[in-house]
């Protein structure tokens, strides 16, 4: 992976991925990150996010535009997506959207893979999907000769645990090709916040 991207962690570019919709406070941010349910994904902290947005800044993948203070409330900062950034997201995309051996990476690469071309995601969570399909085919191969050599089940519970999980993602993945493959999928940087983000701005101003 290209050095823009490769020392960033799956937080980090969802940090960015906001930032590509609109300049954002960290406040912001933070609410996003939960009214979309992405701290399902990885762990998001008060403490983790601000240390990865002074991360991010220190790398000059975002810069700060503004800072705004009213009455005795903190301090906003403002950041804003700088071109690294910008880049840093699809190529962290691209490396880990077809990948099936870090499961935490590929469950942010699909939940970004909008900033993508949807052809690309599509190629690509479509090779993702081959290789799930072959592993499986080798996972059920070897769990089936291991039975037929008299392994007891008590000891293949993990191996079959694999092959259920190995099956589920691969139906999963192919649920997602068809997904956005349908006619007029909503897709790309077109959209951007839900209208509930201007809700946050409101509600972010007065905390």
């Known amino acids: 992976m290209p050095r823009t991207a490769v020392k960033l962690t799956p937080l980090g570019i969802m940090l960015l991925a906001l930032l590509y919709e609109d300049d954002m406070h960290p406040y912001e941010m933070l609410c996003l ?3 979309r349910k992405r701290d399902r994904l990885v762990s998001v902290t008060k403490g983790a996010l601000y240390h990865t947005v002074a991360k991010l800044e220190k790398e000059q993948y975002i810069a700060e535009v503004r800072v705004d203070r009213e009455g005795n409330r903190p301090e906003r900062t403002t950041y804003t997506l700088l071109e690294l950034g910008r880049e840093a997201v699809t ?3 691209r490396h880990e959207l077809p990948r099936i051996d870090h499961p935490i990476a590929y469950g942010v690469a699909l939940a970004e893979a909008h900033n993508l071309p ?3 995601a599509v190629e690509l969570l479509t090779q993702r999907r081959d290789a799930l399909a072959e592993a499986l085919v080798t996972v059920e191969a070897e769990l089936t000769a291991t039975r037929q050599e008299g392994t007891p089940e008590q ?3 993990n191996f079959e645990r694999t092959a259920i999980l190995l099956d589920a993602d691969l139906r999963s993945n192919t649920a997602a090709i068809e997904c956005i493959s349908t006619p007029n999928f909503p897709w790309g940087g077109g959209i951007t ?3 509930a983000k201007y809700e946050l701005h409101r509600k972010a101003a007065q905390q």
């Open 33 to 35: 990150l939960k009214q």
């Open 91 to 93: 190529t962290w995309v």
């Open 118 to 120: 949807l052809e690309e």
């Open 155 to 157: 000891y293949l519970l």
């Open 193 to 195: 916040a839900t209208p």
